[in-house]
């Protein structure tokens, strides 16, 4: 849902920079960005399904280190 609202976000701006707007559609197109900014706010701290929120996965020190696997091409050797 957080990348859909951020792509709303961002065709909202595209619409600014490439349409020329009036300014009751300017107002329409900021108070909806005002809108996409406070929604992404509250989701922050909804839970996933899983139970934890996006800002406790996001939370400094939260993050799970994938392991370096060392790979080689070339045949296989038998043990």
């Given amino acids: 849902m957080r990348?859909?609202?951020?792509?709303?976000?961002?065709?909202?701006?595209?619409?600014?920079?490439?349409?020329?707007?009036?300014?009751?559609?300017?107002?329409?197109?900021?108070?909806?960005?005002?809108?996409i900014d406070q929604l992404l706010g509250i989701l922050?701290?909804?839970?996933?399904p899983a139970g934890p929120t996006p800002h406790e996965i996001k939370a400094p020190g939260a993050a799970r280190l994938l392991p370096i696997v060392d790979v080689r091409q070339g045949e296989a050797t038998q043990a």
């Fill in 3 to 35: 990348a859909q609202l951020l792509e709303a976000k961002a065709n909202l701006q595209k619409m600014t920079d490439s349409i020329p707007l009036t300014e009751d559609e300017q107002a329409a197109v900021t108070d909806g960005q005002n809108s």
């Fill in 44 to 48: 922050v701290d909804a839970p996933t």
